[in-house]
Nanobody
Framework: QVQLVESGGGLVQPGGSLRLSCTAS????????MGWYRQVPGKQRELVAR???????EYEDSVKGRFTISRDNARNTVDLEMNSLKIEDTGAYYC??????????WGQGTQVTVSS
């Protein structure tokens, strides 16, 4: 049974920081592309950042220089360090593990709210 469990969301003021973590089980973690997606009400889920098995990372333009994604293949975890948070970073953040169209898994989501 595949499980992706996110943690670390919460309420933070603009300019603050949060670290999201996702722990995976039931998959061969090291072969998966691991990603973090954000969804706000009424909009589609969008990619924030993803990291490939070899360690290369990609970021959505608005978070470049502020967010850092990292993975630990020994612990089956992927983290998203979020700094200089903005109000527009608010949303539900979902962890994703992708290896193919039939090996595509999601966590339950964790809410991030940036507000003064």
């Amino acid at each position: 049974q595949v499980q992706l469990v996110e943690s670390g969301g919460g309420l933070v003021q603009p300019g603050g920081s949060l670290r999201l973590s996702c722990t995976a089980s039931g998959i061969i973690f090291r072969i998966y592309v691991m990603g973090w997606y954000r969804q706000v009400p009424g909009k589609q889920r969008e990619l924030v950042a993803r990291i490939f098995p070899g360690g290369n990372a990609e970021y959505e333009d608005s978070v470049k220089g502020r967010f850092t994604i990292s993975r630990d293949n020994a612990r089956n975890t992927v983290d998203l360090e979020m700094n200089s948070l903005k109000i527009e970073d608010t949303g539900a953040y979902y962890c994703n593990a992708y290896a193919s169209s039939t090996a595509d898994f999601w966590g339950q989501g964790t809410q991030v709210t940036v507000s003064s």
